[in-house]
């Protein structure tokens, strides 16, 4: 069982506030990835990381912002939050490239 | 382009009654293909994945099969707690940095 950590679970903000999404592993994994899902739809790879100072952008634009200062930690950041940015944001980690991805249980964003 | 279809998008069953779920793929060079189980309002939870045409595997009620074209995820004697969206997804050889999804089946099972 997969040992990563997403909060807030729900969040309903206002428009133009300032988001971060946590999300931890503690499987040691190096690779982390961030998915973005609406209901029904598939998901999509918006930011992913190689390791410690490794930020890379995915194949759905997204104006969100990542960083990865620990190992463990890769937090997504919305400096400006709007409706369209409304969705399910799911945080992943691999041990390396090419091995099985877990998720976390997801976070649920909702701007108003 | 790199593609996944799932089939049927959803599927209805009686407890017991065995059935098969399709995923169909279009990859340059296979590195994987996963599947994953995901509840209504959760992260994807990984069941399987398989690596090369004629791989199996199972897990209690589920048995996952590959060929070069498409992967099945066989239901045997379904309960009601199996209900949920099915997702297939591949990841390439040339990029293994992210897994292409379907769009997934979502499987009730009535008792």
């Known amino acids: 069982e997969a040992d990563i950590y997403q909060t807030p679970r729900y969040l309903v903000i206002g428009t133009g506030k300032k988001i971060t999404l946590e999300c931890s592993q503690t499987m040691g994994h190096d690779k982390m990835y961030w998915y973005q899902q609406d209901p029904g739809m598939e998901l999509h790879l918006i930011h992913y990381?190689?390791?410690?100072?490794?930020?890379e952008k995915g194949d759905l634009s997204s104006e969100s912002t990542v960083s990865r200062i620990r190992t463990e930690h890769f937090p997504l950041t919305l400096e400006s939050a709007r409706p369209s940015h409304t969705s399910q944001y799911l945080c992943?980690?691999?041990?390396?490239?090419?091995?099985?991805?877990?998720f976390g249980e997801g976070s649920w964003l909702t701007v108003v | 382009e790199d593609q996944v279809t799932q089939s049927p998008e959803a599927l209805r069953l009686q407890e017991g009654e065995s059935s098969s779920l399709n995923c169909s793929y279009t990859?340059?060079?296979?590195?994987?293909l996963f599947w994953y189980r995901q509840d209504p309002g959760k992260g994807p939870e990984f069941l399987f994945t398989l690596y090369s045409a004629g791989e199996e595997k199972e897990k209690e009620r589920l048995k996952a099969t590959l060929t070069k074209k498409e992967s099945f995820l066989h239901i045997t004697a379904p309960k009601p707690e199996d209900s949920a969206t099915y997702l297939c997804a591949v990841q390439g050889s040339y990029n293994t940095d992210k897994l292409i999804f379907g769009t997934g089946t979502r499987l009730q099972v009535f008792p």
């Open positions: 992943a980690s691999s041990l390396t490239s090419g091995n099985t991805i877990y």
């Open positions: 990381s190689y390791g410690v100072n490794s930020t």
């Open positions: 990859v340059s060079g296979l590195r994987g």
